[in-house]
């Protein structure tokens, strides 16, 4: 038998445990953590946005927004990572 075609311990209609729900929500906060980041990375980038012509939105919320952003998604990253030794 090949070992990924082994039956898996959760059949098909089984509910998600407690465990898998808030595993997903972390990965959900990471997501949209990071999609923030990225965004607000290039609306303050001085390059990237004025090489295409667009002007940049250098005010201090976006520079917050992405001070913040960038820790949660290092911080949720890391305590998402088990195995993690420091």
Same mark, same amino acid.
Not at 3 to 21: I, L
Not at 36 to 42: N, P, Q
Not at 61 to 80: D, K, M, P, S
């Given at each position: 038998?090949r070992p990924f075609?082994?039956?898996?311990?959760?059949?098909?209609?089984?509910?998600?445990?407690?465990?898998?729900?808030?595993?997903?929500?972390?990965? +959900?906060?990471?997501? %949209?953590?990071?999609? !923030?980041?990225?965004?607000?990375g290039i609306a303050?980038? @001085? #390059?990237? $946005?004025?090489?295409?012509?667009?002007?940049? +939105?250098?005010?201090? %919320?976006?520079?917050? !927004?992405?001070?913040?952003?960038?820790?949660?998604?290092? @911080? #949720?990253? $890391?305590?998402?990572?088990?195995?993690?030794?420091?």
């Amino acid at each position: 038998m090949r070992p990924f075609a082994q039956k898996s311990e959760r059949t098909a209609r089984s509910r998600p445990s407690g465990h898998d729900k808030l595993i997903w929500l972390v990965n +959900l906060a990471l997501l %949209f953590a990071m999609t !923030l980041c990225v965004a607000s990375g290039i609306a303050i980038s @001085g #390059v990237a $946005l004025p090489e295409l012509g667009i002007a940049t +939105l250098q005010t201090p %919320f976006w520079f917050r !927004l992405h001070a913040l952003t960038a820790e949660v998604t290092v @911080g #949720v990253g $890391l305590a998402n990572t088990p195995d993690l030794t420091v």
